[in-house]
């Protein structure tokens, strides 16, 4: 047992066996750049969040100028009291808006112009920053120059939407009278305010 021992001691070292080396490996492909558009709605609109209902009023006053028909004058003064309403209806910018309106309308100029009209639409339109445009069509009726009177007004909103704000619209108008039409186009600016947001 101990001449064993001895002889593994006394034994000269041996060598370490060599492993072989790694194989060769191909060069990797270079990489292509693929643009991959996006599906669906983008992470940005879940930080947007949606503004809430606004309702107010506004009162404008302008000029109602005639286009054709039997109007007395050419020209008249113009009176809008409208209730209005500002509804963003998307978080995207610029957001998509209603805009509702419910109100009246006086015209009053020489030779007996006289028109009251009520008034109801809901406009279309887009705002952001604090500015609003839309179209907007409206229903109108009441009596002009002493004769019923039906017809229809669309006009371009251009406002300022804060607590208290501004706008112009240019808006044109067809009555329908008994046994005539009155086309007119108005100016007017508008002063308004916004109730506290609707909650």
């Known amino acids: 047992m101990l001449?064993?021992?001895?002889?593994?001691?006394?034994?000269?070292?041996?060598?370490?066996?060599?492993?072989?080396?790694?194989?060769?490996?191909?060069?990797?492909?270079?990489?292509?750049?693929?643009d991959h558009r996006e599906r669906g709605r983008s992470p940005g609109y879940y930080f947007n969040h949606r503004e809430r209902p606004r309702l107010g009023a506004r009162v404008g006053v302008g000029v109602d100028g005639r286009l054709a028909?039997?109007?007395?004058?050419?020209?008249?003064?113009?009176?809008?009291?409208?209730?209005?309403?500002?509804?963003?209806?998307?978080?995207?910018?610029?957001?998509?808006?209603?805009?509702?309106?419910?109100?009246?309308?006086?015209?009053?100029?020489?030779?007996?112009t006289r028109g009251y009209l009520f008034n109801a639409g809901l406009g279309l339109g887009g705002s952001d920053g604090g500015i609003g445009i839309a179209v907007v069509p409206r229903f109108v009726a009441g009596s002009y120059s002493g004769q019923r009177a039906l017809g229809l007004r669309a006009g371009l909103l251009v406002e300022k939407i804060n607590p208290n704000g501004g706008g112009i619209e240019l808006a044109y108008q067809a009555l329908f009278l008994p046994g005539a039409t009155v086309h007119t186009i108005h100016i007017t600016l508008y002063l308004g305010f916004l109730l506290p947001k609707v909650y």
């Open 3 to 34: 001449a064993l021992l001895f002889a593994l001691v006394s034994a000269p070292p041996t060598e370490p066996t060599q492993l072989p080396g790694p194989p060769p490996l191909p060069e990797p492909p270079p990489l292509l750049r693929e």
């Open 69 to 112: 028909g039997p109007m007395p004058a050419r020209a008249a003064f113009a009176l809008d009291v409208l209730a209005v309403g500002r509804i963003p209806a998307s978080r995207r910018h610029p957001r998509f808006t209603l805009f509702p309106e419910l109100g009246f309308s006086l015209s009053a100029g020489p030779r007996d």
